[in-house]
């Protein structure tokens, strides 16, 4: 088709359908919406009862990525692997892996919340045991203190590497995965 072919063909449709008053709207951050749909439709919310967040990060030479488990107290699970696109280190992709556990438990909806991490530092930072001397560990403390006021009730706890082993897997699985736009 040449140039002139297709503009006579879409000014004929702009004649044809403007007098139905159609407007086009770009829907943004379908993927997105589409998750927060999948997980409304699949987890059956109990308002009072605590659901436990297992999240945890992972960094090597191929990338990084985070990964969470969320566990419905009926012992539903959700489960989400995040590549992160940009060099982070171990204890940064931690604080990511709080965030993004954070965030898909908003998303569900659960009002209490108990997070459990392997990183030592980032689970007594979040407590104020540890002073975050790092000012992107204080940025990052601040995103959690922000995203976590949505919840009733939230604790974060340190657990051995051993009892998060789920987590830890799929956090190594997404760091891995080769970045498609490379």
């Not at 002073?131 to 949505?150: H, P, V």
């Amino acid at each position: 088709m040449t140039h002139s072919e297709v503009s006579g063909r879409m000014i004929k449709w702009t004649v044809e359908l403007g007098e139905y008053d159609i407007e086009y709207k770009p829907r943004v951050a379908i993927k997105a919406q589409a998750l927060t749909d999948f997980l409304i439709e699949m987890v059956q919310l109990e308002e009072e009862e605590i659901w436990r967040v297992f999240v945890d990060g992972a960094s090597n030479s191929l990338g990084c990525g985070v990964r969470v488990v969320l566990i419905a107290p009926s012992g539903e699970k959700v489960k989400l692997a995040l590549r992160i696109d940009s060099r982070v280190t171990n204890n940064e992709t931690e604080n990511e892996a709080v965030l993004a556990g954070l965030q898909a438990a908003r998303e569900v909806g659960p009002s209490r919340v108990i997070i459990y991490s392997d990183s030592q530092l980032v689970a007594q930072q979040i407590k104020g045991a540890y002073e975050a001397k790092d000012e992107k560990m204080l940025k990052y403390l601040r995103l959690i203190t922000t995203r976590a006021a949505s919840l009733t009730d939230w604790s974060i706890e340190q657990i051995p590497r051993d009892e998060n082993v789920e987590a830890d897997t799929l956090a190594k699985m997404a760091a891995s995965l080769s970045n498609v736009s490379t």
